[in-house]
């Protein structure tokens, strides 16, 4: 059973607040992802990461911002939230190893409304 | 870059009826196709990993098939339940780790 958490699971705040999303896993991972997905839409890799220090920018554009300083934390943060940042924020992990035979675990995701 | 379709985008079967659900993908060169299952705001729960090497891969009462070949994937729900409504997603792995994911199929299984 993978174990990977995030927090808050809901989030409503004002416009230009900072924010950061939480997102934390037990199973010593390297590898950790976001994902942002609006309602009825496909999931868009936003972030990702290797292991430790490693950050890199996703297939879809984003001003958010990652930080990866401990295997088990991959926190997001948004400097000045916009009402166009209003969306379910996904994480997840996997494996090292063989590419080819490693599933992604996901957390519950974060809903973020932006006013 | 690569493109996942799923069709249907919803599907509604009474219970106990068989579903099949469709995944096709633009480039052949993965390594491997992941179904998983998404609950009304909630994250995804993996259902099945196909290798690219495989041509299918079972789990109870599912079952996924994968023609790299042709850039398509089934997945199979035998004795459908209300339990089993939810919205499904498939993903391809062709680049590094990253998934590419399709928009998903949601199914409605009445009782």
């Known amino acids: 059973e993978a174990d990977i958490y995030q927090t808050p699971r809901y989030l409503v705040i004002g416009t230009g607040k900072k924010i950061t999303l939480e997102c934390s896993q037990t199973m010593g991972h390297d590898k950790m992802y976001w994902y942002q997905q609006d309602p009825g839409m496909e999931l868009h890799l936003i972030h990702y990461s290797y292991g430790v220090n490693s950050t890199e920018k996703g297939d879809l554009s984003s001003e958010s911002t990652v930080s990866r300083i401990r295997t088990e934390h991959f926190p997001l943060t948004l400097e000045s939230a916009r009402p166009s940042h209003t969306s379910q924020y996904l994480c997840?992990?996997?494996?090292?190893?063989?590419?080819?035979?490693?599933?992604?675990?996901f957390g519950d995701g974060t809903r973020l409304s932006i006013l | 870059k690569q493109e996942v379709t799923q069709i249907p985008a919803a599907l509604s079967v009474p219970e106990g009826e068989n579903l099949v659900l469709n995944c096709s993908f633009t480039?052949?060169?993965?390594?491997?196709l992941q179904w998983f299952r998404q609950d009304p705001g909630k994250g995804l729960t993996s259902l099945l990993l196909?290798?690219?090497?495989?041509r299918e891969q079972t789990s109870g009462r599912l079952n996924a098939s994968l023609d790299k070949s042709s850039g398509r994937s089934t997945l199979y729900i035998a004795a459908s339940q209300p339990g089993d409504s939810a919205t499904y997603l498939c993903a391809v792995n062709s680049n590094d780790y990253k998934l590419s994911f399709g928009a998903g199929t949601t199914v409605t299984v009445r009782a």
């Open positions: 196909i290798q690219s090497s495989q």
């Open positions: 997840a992990s996997s494996e090292s190893g063989g590419y080819s035979n490693q599933p992604q675990h």
């Open positions: 480039d052949s060169a993965i390594y491997n």
